[in-house]
């Protein structure tokens, strides 16, 4: 467990939480802030799994490839992300890499109507993630759990579940999220 906290303490009801999902799913688990065009983890829980997730507080996921940052992505309006996008240099990491504008847009679309955003491989080979936007004042966070394809990619929506039910008893679920849970728990 790291987090980064001289300049600007995280709520303790934010670390509980990571480390509630961690526990939950099993799997890493990881709060991160926008940087630019990347998310900065600024917590993290590493799963106790042989196999699994490395990160750690200061890894950095690009916007393009992550759904860390993507959930970072879907609290911003339009006009912000266009100002973000005309910055972004895409960068093919794995052929599951979204690699255009359209693409990222249409996987922010895709996780609004599923209720969660989700990768599959698309930084880091053989890893699939699940993420929850984390609005804290103006800042703007996100909560992301990853692990290994063969544990998470089929168990994304079960895994959702769990982490939709730790972020809203927080009380740090995005309004969007808590307007509709219906979408995450059938």
Do not use: W
Request: charged fraction near 25%.
């Amino acid at each position: 467990m790291q987090t980064i906290s001289e300049n600007d303490p995280l709520p303790d009801t934010l670390r509980e939480m990571v480390d509630e999902i961690a526990t939950r799913t099993g799997e890493t688990t990881a709060l991160g802030s926008a940087s630019g065009p990347f998310a900065v983890f600024l917590y993290v829980r590493e799963s106790r799994q042989p196999i699994r997730c490395f990160a750690e507080v200061g890894t950095r996921v690009p916007i393009h490839a992550s759904s860390a940052r993507r959930a970072i992505l879907a609290q911003m309006e339009p006009k912000e992300r266009e100002t973000l996008y005309r910055k972004l240099v895409f960068e093919k990491y794995t052929d599951t890499t979204p690699m255009s504008i359209e693409r990222i847009e249409a996987e922010l679309r895709a996780a609004a109507e599923r209720g969660y955003h989700q990768s599959n491989s698309e930084y880091i080979p053989d890893l699939a993630g699940v993420s929850f936007p984390i609005p804290l004042g103006v800042k703007r966070l996100s909560v992301v759990m990853a692990g290994p394809v063969s544990r998470c990619l089929e168990r994304r929506a079960e895994i959702a579940r769990v982490m939709s039910e730790s972020v809203r008893r927080s009380g740090f679920a995005a309004p969007s999220l808590q307007a509709d849970e219906t979408r995450v728990a059938t």
